[in-house]
């Protein structure tokens, strides 16, 4: 007997493309293969050691023990804004245009709740950070796929989005600096996407969870084009910057309606983070610069350097300017997934095939440089010695 079914909602998870590469990898282990994975973007590195030893004592303090504010603590919420100032010149008022999230991810998921009704229609980069088809296809709305080609730059043309689309479309996700691909997006364009947005009518979130990671000029923030907050959000996350995916804290920072709309789920939905992370969150915000530039300069490091080793192997690539991820093509044709199986094979290196990102990541593979630096040497000559199957 079955029992009661699910939910139809369930339906809108496609199966789990890592599934299968945890299976080989397991497989490759147990031959007792020495496997580097480079499949998934979580630094290597441990959160620095004055924000544990800070955190430490806020989890002792019997006032963080109690519920903490949904939508974020007045003083984590000025500290955001006061951070962003310094960062972008951006002013932001702490009370109506910032919200505190159990990390950007479950903020990219839950926003279409507040944004989108049933039949409406999202437009979503390809390749892109899945989390931001979730909420947009449990709410009941459509996807519209907006292929990020490398001829662009990997930005979305949206010069060519029909306008039967443009018509249907109610909010536009960007990503920059971008997973996977490692490009960044510039003043010019966000000021493209702003136009763009105002006069079709919907929202842009754009998604900078490794506005930290850059390797040339810090990236702009789409809240500094003139006129953005009419229908602008951006994400932010402590994740990458401060290497603390596991700690679970980001914000959402712009239109205040948006912003306070998202706030307003979450009240109903959660009860916000821990206020002991909240208040690690305050230290990490205010001693930014010394804890965030050894570990932008660990990424650039890594990142320049596989991609260099790749590109001398002759696989195709674009350089990345931001984030940890090198996206590419191997120097012979092959779809991604074959292209993973067999590096796997041949030298026990994991990486994550294109494809799981988009249609349009169809023949790319990314790596994450996300393991230790001897590891990564030792994986760049693995693959730079490797000899491909013909055909
Ligand atoms: C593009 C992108 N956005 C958001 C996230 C989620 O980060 P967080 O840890 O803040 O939920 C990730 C995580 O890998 C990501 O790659």
Redesign the pocket.
Known sequence: MRGPSLSANMKAFPPYLFAELDKRKREELKKGRDVISLAV?DPDLPTPRPVSDFAAREVKKPANHRYPCGRGSERLRKAIAAWHYKRHGLKLDPETEVTVLI????G?AHLPFALLNRGDTALIPDPA?P?CKTGVLLSGARVERLPLKEENGFLPDLGAISRFVRRGAKMLFL?YPN?PTGACASAGFYKEAVEFAVKNNLWVAQ?A??SEIYFKKPPPSILSVPGARAAAVE?Y???KTYCM?GW?L?WLIGNRRAVQALGKLKENMDSGQFNAIQETAVFCLENHAVLAEPIRKTFKRRTEFFAGELKKAGWNLTLPEAAFFVWARPPVRRGSLAAVYEILEKTSVLASPGSGFGASGEGFVRFSLCAPDARIKEAARRIAGMKWQKG
Request: no cysteine; hydrophobic share 25%.
């Open positions: 973007g990390g950007s991810k479950e990219l950070y989390a990503n997973n998604d969870a490794y994400f996350s402590m994740s995916t679970r980001g």
